[in-house]
């Protein structure tokens, strides 16, 4: 982690507690456990070069990614200049059964999570 300081927080009663030891994270991780699992996630959706990632890219293997807003228009621009269409449509987060934010891990630093197929 980058930066472990920011990921502490306070509840409305003044209690300080870590985002990453809630139940709303074990059930998110549970969760992605599950996709992985079941091959939904690539396999090397959190260890992957920008190399193969960039293949998977030009050969139409992904489906959604997690990143900075400028990463969409950077991405656009590499496919378009290898003879490409591209349009980038973001998604609205996921949410739980009873409509609430399904898991916001708050300041979690750096990127990954690229679904591929």
Known sequence: MADAASSW???????????????????????????????????????????????????????????AWWDSVLSSIAVMDKGFDVEYIPLMPFVSKDNNPFVYLKDLPGYGGNTSY
């Open 9 to 67: 927080y306070f509840n409305s009663n003044g209690k300080v507690y870590n985002t990453f030891l809630t139940q709303e994270a074990k059930e998110y991780v549970t969760y992605m456990n599950k996709l992985y699992s079941e091959r939904v996630l690539d396999e090397e959706y959190v260890n992957q070069t920008s190399e193969q990632y960039n293949e998977k890219l030009y050969n139409n293997r992904i489906s959604s990614r997690v990143g």
